[in-house]
């Protein structure tokens, strides 16, 4: 009997370990694939101290911040707009818009507020995907970064939330 439970035991281990080996697999055939699918459309952006990848499309829009970084670029479907400073929207004067959620998120190793929310804009309704990362602290000043990205398409809403997902900071 101790025989047959053994035999058991070890065919029951090996099915587990087989069933591990292949989810891991299918996960990093997976991760690959959309890497790989970001990789031929999208390129890499350096903007502010970070970079991003982002459809090849897009090409910059002249911007100055008076004390901040500031960078905007647009294609036919989305335009990005990068604030880094001491005075970055933090987006909680946006909470009464139209549609607005909240989510947070960790995005290169630091915490992130995701937003969505529809605005209306010189164009018309646009829907917005906001992302606020604060850096660093001075009293009561925060030096943040805020990125809203404008699509008129609700579905675009994804692809913001892919943009900010490629995020690096420079050390």
Not at 52 to 67: C, N
Not at 104 to 126: C, H, M, P
Not at 128 to 150: Q, R
């Amino acid at each position: 009997m101790n025989e047959q439970n053994e035999h058991l035991n070890t065919k029951t281990m090996k099915s587990k370990r087989s069933f591990l080996i292949l989810f891991l697999l299918t996960l990093s055939i997976s991760s690959f694939a959309q890497t790989d699918n970001l990789s031929k459309d999208w390129i890499k952006f350096e903007k502010c101290g970070f970079t991003f990848s982002a459809p090849k499309t897009l090409k910059d829009l002249t911007e100055r911040g008076i004390d901040s970084c500031a960078e905007s670029l647009q294609d036919k479907n989305i335009i990005i707009h990068i604030d880094l400073g001491w005075y970055s929207d933090n987006f909680e004067g946006k909470k009464s818009y139209p549609n607005f959620t909240e989510e947070n998120l960790l995005i290169n190793g630091r915490k992130a507020k995701f937003v969505t929310y529809v605005d209306d804009f010189e164009e018309g309704q646009s829907n917005v995907a906001g992302l606020y990362i604060k850096l660093k602290s001075k009293g009561v000043m925060t030096y943040a970064v805020d990125i809203k990205i404008i699509v008129s398409d609700k579905k675009d809403l994804k692809t913001a939330k892919q943009i900010f997902r490629t995020i690096k900071f420079q050390k």
